[in-house]
């Protein structure tokens, strides 16, 4: 267990600012996740952090420790690659104790260790077998084994649910999150799905081109986004925004909702020409415009399928947002106003 | 469905295209021809000639039976030749997949002047083999050797130390070595450096974080996945060590005594020089067996050994 640390990480790729002077802690034990758009430099940060890319300047210090100029190997971390990245021409059984064997762990402990990780994850019975002979959801457990095996301090795992199939990544979601809570080692996982982000960290820091934008707990960044880009970038359909002099107002579709639905006193009540409506089983999206609004506003409704009001396109109703649940944003800087309920 | 174009001509021109069982034999048949003509019968001919009393100087051929193999067997020059065709091809390709594989990791990284380097690399394998070897034949030469005249001026050889490089028959055979492995490497390397840029960047990194350090990733990792296509380099280099000529007879013409005499040489001398083509004929058919053989294990190794 150890804390991992970057200080003004800067990367260049040519004239690239892939990492762009990031500041990131993870504490002891955390499940820190590193969400963003592809090309934010979340997985340059974390093959910074595994030794395996060199920052152009910054440091990166492991229970508090600078490990900047140190190699890979001498940093007692693991990683779980997207493609997993399984050794080809090795038994399953020599995939796990390779890196045990790197470190020059006497055989008979080697064994026992293997067999260990094997149990944890389910997989004695593959142990003889080839890479090439598992499915999918196999592999990513093997990696996972191989990762675990030598107890390291700190787990990278960059997207290692990606490859799966959507039943198959739900459990793997959840198994994940159980072994990390078991055994308490401080890991980093990068991802571009909000859901897993959401899922499974303890904190989420949202990246986007090269710089952290926003750090916190799923809630947080759910409920109180830092700057426009978090706003649209988390949530599914993202937050709407709605111009308002100098400001944008931002809800979350979920909180737009029917006036005689939401009939408390305090809100904003808003004309929505609908244009289209979705109809998804648990619940309805509704598309449209805010009436009488020049640009066009689009906006976005949520609606549980329990509440069961008459809405279909081309109709005006008055919607309606509880002002605790609006935020306001910047216009120039996209920055979220403090005391931001309108 | 292809629009086909109106004209019966037109239609005629695209089915044939389009007819796999027409197709393949057709565009197969250059290469069988080719095949046939310029390796079978000459093939077939050394089987013929092997068996007779063929000789340059005589126009009649008699069937002799299996006289010439029990006379070649019989020689010690037979012996010599197999034992250094042998010596030489095992050495030289232990040294080209060494040179090879170190010549081929240094290419995967990057550095300034890489195309250079890759280039000068890759020049012995364009030259013909017999203007290297008398570029060779030059640097061994007894009085002008640069080999030589550099080692004294640094100071590595004495006064009275002066190797003739193709006059004693151990340090010729160490020439005949260098010049297969300079002549072959550049082939090896380009296979290796294929099979390198085969394996994919994460698995470097997971052996990098798993924490091997450079020895145990070369050997239980690269070397491991690149073995199958090593192979192949290594097949190619065994044939065309076991089978040349030139090198051996543009620097020592099998001397000195026949000591660096090869098969190939041997066949080449007694067949054509000596005029005696059946007994050369007979020499060069000793080539087949063990080249089958060497083939036939190397492709079955490899098989076993792919992994991906």
């Given at each position: 267990m150890a804390t991992v640390e970057a200080r003004r990480l800067v990367k260049l790729f040519d004239d690239v600012r892939a990492v762009d002077g990031i500041d990131l802690l993870a504490r002891q034990g955390e499940f820190l996740v590193l969400l963003g758009p592809s090309g934010c430099g979340k997985t340059t940060l974390m093959r910074m952090i595994a030794g395996l890319e060199h920052p152009t300047s910054g440091d990166i210090l492991i229970d508090g420790k600078v490990v900047t100029e140190l190699p890979p190997r001498a940093r007692n971390i693991a990683m779980v690659f997207q493609s997993y990245a399984l050794y080809p021409h090795l038994t399953v059984a020599r995939n796990?104790?390779?890196?045990?064997?790197?470190?020059?762990?006497?055989?008979?402990?080697?064994?026992?260790?293997?067999?260990?990780?094997?149990?944890?994850?389910?997989?004695?019975?593959?142990?003889?077998?080839?890479?090439?002979?598992?499915?999918?959801?196999?592999?990513?457990?093997?990696?996972?084994?191989?990762?675990?095996?030598?107890?390291?301090?700190?787990?990278?795992?960059?997207?290692?649910?990606?490859?799966?199939?959507?039943?198959?990544?739900?459990?793997?979601?959840?198994?994940?999150?159980?072994?990390?809570?078991?055994?308490?080692?401080?890991?980093?996982?990068?991802?571009?799905?909000?859901?897993?982000?959401?899922?499974?960290?303890?904190?989420?820091?949202?990246?986007?081109?090269?710089?952290?934008?926003?750090i916190g707990t799923p809630h947080d960044i759910y409920l109180r986004p830092a700057d426009t880009f978090v706003a649209t970038f988390i949530g599914s359909p993202p937050m709407n925004l709605v111009a308002e002099g100098k400001t944008w107002l931002g809800f979350r579709p979920e909180a737009f909702l029917p006036r005689e639905v939401e009939p408390a006193a305090d809100g904003i009540v808003f004309p929505f020409r609908v244009t289209r409506v979705e109809y998804l089983g648990a619940e309805r999206l509704v598309y449209g415009v805010i009436d009488g609004r020049t640009p066009e506003t689009h906006v976005i409704s949520k609606i549980p399928t329990n509440i069961r009001t008459e809405i279909a396109a081309d109709g005006v109703y008055d919607f309606v947002v509880r002002r605790q649940d609006i935020e306001r944003f910047d216009r120039d800087s996209g920055r979220r106003i403090d005391g931001g309920s309108a | 469905m292809i629009a086909l174009p109106a004209g019966g001509k037109g239609r005629a021109r695209w089915s044939f295209v389009d007819n796999e069982r027409r197709l393949w034999p057709a565009m197969l048949a250059p290469a069988i021809l080719y095949i046939a003509l310029l390796v079978g019968v000459p093939f077939v001919l050394s089987l013929f000639y092997s068996v007779s009393n063929a000789t340059v100087g005589s126009r009649s051929i008699q069937f002799v039976g299996l006289e010439n193999f029990r006379r070649i067997v019989e020689s010690g020059t037979f012996w010599l030749s197999l034992k250094n065709t042998v010596l030489i091809t095992v050495v030289s390709q232990f040294l080209v997949i060494v040179c090879a594989n170190i010549l081929a990791l240094a290419l995967t990284g990057e550095f300034r002047g890489k195309w250079l380097v890759r280039f000068l690399i890759l020049l012995p394998w364009v030259a013909p083999i017999s203007l290297g070897s008398i570029g060779w034949l030059w640097i061994f030469d007894s009085i002008y050797s640069v080999i030589n005249w550099t080692a004294r001026a640094v100071g590595l050889l004495g006064p009275h130390e002066w190797p003739i490089w193709l006059g004693e028959p151990t340090l010729a055979k160490t020439s005949i070595i260098i010049v297969n492995v300079w002549r072959i490497v550049p082939l090896a390397t380009v296979i290796i450096l294929a099979g390198l840029s085969s394996i994919p960047q994460d698995i470097h990194d997971a052996a990098q974080v798993d924490g091997a350090g450079f020895w145990r990733h070369y050997f239980e990792i690269t070397g491991p996945l690149i073995m199958p296509i090593t192979l192949v380099a290594l097949l190619f280099g065994i044939i065309f060590t076991f089978t040349d000529m030139i090198v051996v007879f543009v620097l020592t013409r099998g001397g000195p005594y026949d000591t660096t005499q090869v098969i190939a040489s041997w066949a080449y001398f007694t067949g054509i020089q000596g005029g005696d083509l059946a007994g050369g004929a007979a020499i060069s058919l000793f080539l087949f067996p063990v080249l089958a053989i060497v083939a036939v294990v190397f492709l079955l190794f490899a098989k076993r050994a792919e992994v991906t």
């Open positions: 796990i104790a390779f890196p045990l064997r790197a470190v020059g762990m006497p055989k008979p402990d080697i064994r026992k260790k293997v067999e260990w990780a094997a149990q944890m994850f389910g997989i004695e019975r593959l142990l003889d077998r080839k890479p090439r002979q598992l499915s999918g959801g196999e592999r990513q457990r093997v990696a996972l084994a191989r990762a675990v095996v030598r107890e390291p301090v700190v787990f990278l795992l960059d997207e290692p649910l990606s490859n799966l199939d959507a039943k198959l990544r739900n459990s793997a979601r959840d198994e994940l999150k159980q072994f990390q809570r078991k055994l308490g080692t401080t890991t980093i996982y990068v991802t571009h799905d909000q859901a897993e982000a959401m899922g499974l960290g303890d904190r989420i820091a949202v990246l986007s081109e090269g710089r952290v934008r926003q | -």
